[in-house]
Structure formats: structure tokens, C-alpha cells
């Protein structure tokens, strides 16, 4: 069975569905034909920031962008230390 992929704009749809017009949650979702607990979910996205949410794939909030950068900064910086932690026992063992 393929997994579905919805628009953003369905999304916020069904969303308003809940949210505007009151209809309950598992009503929208048998209307909509999506688990009630998918349509939860994206209630509760939307409610913690309507403009960022459902980004889309392979889109990432900012906040998200600056953690995968500064992972790879962590990596590249790690790797670096490790390089001089193995130079400076190299020259000190060479040194005695």
C-alpha cells in the first residue's frame, strides 16, 4: 500500500474545518477520508505556527536548517580536534 501525500493547502483546509466551522475532528476526518488522528496532528501543527507550517517536502523551518548546520559544523570541528589530538601525541612521542 502507497503512502499518501496531501497539499498544503488541503491540509490547512481540513484544518479550518475543524477550527472555523467546529466539526469535530472525527467527522472532518471521515468527510475527508483521513485517519483522525492525521487530522489531529495537523490541527495541532497549525495551532503552534500557522505561517511555517506544513512546509512541504524536503523543505525545512528555519529552526531546522540551523540545526542540520550546526551539526555539520559540530562534525567538521570534532574531526578537526581529533586531527590535532593525533599530532600532538604523534610529536610528543617523537619528541621523548
Do not use: C, Y
Request: cysteine-free; aromatic content about 8%; proline content about 3%.
Amino acid at each position: 500500500m502507497k503512502r499518501r501525500k496531501f497539499s498544503r493547502e488541503f491540509k490547512i483546509e481540513a484544518v479550518k474545518l475543524v477550527r472555523e466551522r467546529g466539526v469535530s475532528v472525527a467527522q472532518a476526518g471521515r468527510d475527508l477520508d483521513v485517519h483522525e488522528n492525521v487530522l489531529r496532528k495537523w490541527v495541532k501543527e497549525f495551532g503552534s505556527d500557522p505561517v511555517q507550517a506544513f512546509p512541504g517536502h524536503g523543505q525545512m523551518k528555519p529552526e531546522q536548517h540551523e540545526i542540520a548546520r550546526l551539526r555539520r559544523e559540530l562534525a567538521k570541528l570534532k574531526a578537526e580536534r581529533d586531527i590535532l589530538k593525533k599530532a600532538a601525541a604523534f610529536f610528543a612521542k617523537e619528541a621523548t
